[in-house]
């Protein structure tokens, strides 16, 4: 512990953990420390009950809201900064640093644990929940309706026949079939072959597998300038270029992957849009 952080936990010491588990008033200064309920946070309240975001909010590479982050505080999740904020509600993950959920404990900060949505209906779920901690359940509800319609909009449409697709980022890793990407693929009409190879969650699929059999559709991730690493060479392969003829490519940006909430919005319009090149390009094709 940093010397000057034990005066701060003395003087923020509110009160005993069990009473500060349901403040009598809404959360002013909220400090989220989870990528995903960032994107909720900053549409749910005014962003001055938002004392911090997470430091990832910021990256451009993993977050859908860099722009706005880039005016509201971060965090790095450490113990000194968090406390420091003075918050009455931290939002965090699960797997979030222990040592940062110790101190708050000590001195009576209120948090709340988050797991990664794996289910559109789970998502949904998490968003009515971070609301109501918010005080912001109207809010919510819009949220909700919002990301329905859209996702509405996106299905695939009677009786047209699915595509076969595979998700592909950097380092080969694909979504699998019990994933919140994998059943927005499934509603608008990309039927995920990662499910052929075993993948349920977030493994690599083999380059083989997709040059053996290749889908209708590779939606394959963005790659930094020049992308220097051979992980990231990798969905820009000449095995895969060589099947341009049999297999439309589309991107699919990173930064829809790892969150659902209100990226699956932007998500399930970047599918929709690998759906109609494919189907543009190739034609309207049975799904194996």
Aim: glycine share 4%; aromatic share 4%.
């Amino acid at each position: 512990m940093k010397p000057w952080l034990a005066p701060l936990l003395a003087a923020l010491c509110l009160a005993p953990t069990a009473q500060a588990e349901e403040p009598a008033h809404r959360p002013m200064r909220i400090v989220s420390l989870n990528m995903c309920v960032d994107s909720m946070l900053i549409e749910l309240v005014s962003h001055d009950r938002i004392a911090a975001l997470s430091h990832y909010a910021r990256d451009p590479q993993r977050s859908t809201i860099a722009n706005v982050a880039g005016h509201l505080p971060i965090t790095y999740e450490t113990a000194e900064e968090v406390v420091a904020l003075r918050p009455d509600l931290v939002l965090t993950s699960r797997h979030s640093a222990p040592a940062t959920r110790n101190a708050l404990k000590r001195v009576g900060i209120r948090f709340e644990l988050f797991d990664v949505p794996q289910s559109i209906e789970e998502s949904l779920a998490q968003i009515r929940e971070v609301a109501k901690l918010l005080d912001a359940e109207p809010q919510g509800e819009v949220m909700v309706a919002r990301i329905q319609a859209a996702l509405d909009a996106a299905r695939l449409p009677p009786n047209e026949e699915p595509l076969t697709a595979a998700i592909y980022q950097p380092g080969g890793l694909s979504a699998g079939s019990d994933t919140a990407v994998g059943e927005l693929m499934e509603l608008t009409g990309l039927r995920n072959i990662a499910a052929r190879y075993g993948v349920t969650k977030y493994r690599p699929l083999p380059l083989e597998v997709l040059v053996s059999s290749p889908p209708d559709v590779l939606l394959i991730g963005e790659t930094s300038p020049g992308a220097p690493l051979q992980a990231e060479k990798i969905v820009h392969h000449r095995a895969l270029r060589a099947l341009g003829s049999q297999m439309t490519q589309s991107v699919f940006p990173a930064r829809l992957l790892y969150c659902a909430g209100p990226a699956m919005v932007e998500a399930a319009a970047t599918l929709v849009h690998a759906r109609d090149q494919a189907w543009a390009a190739h034609g309207k094709r049975t799904a194996l």
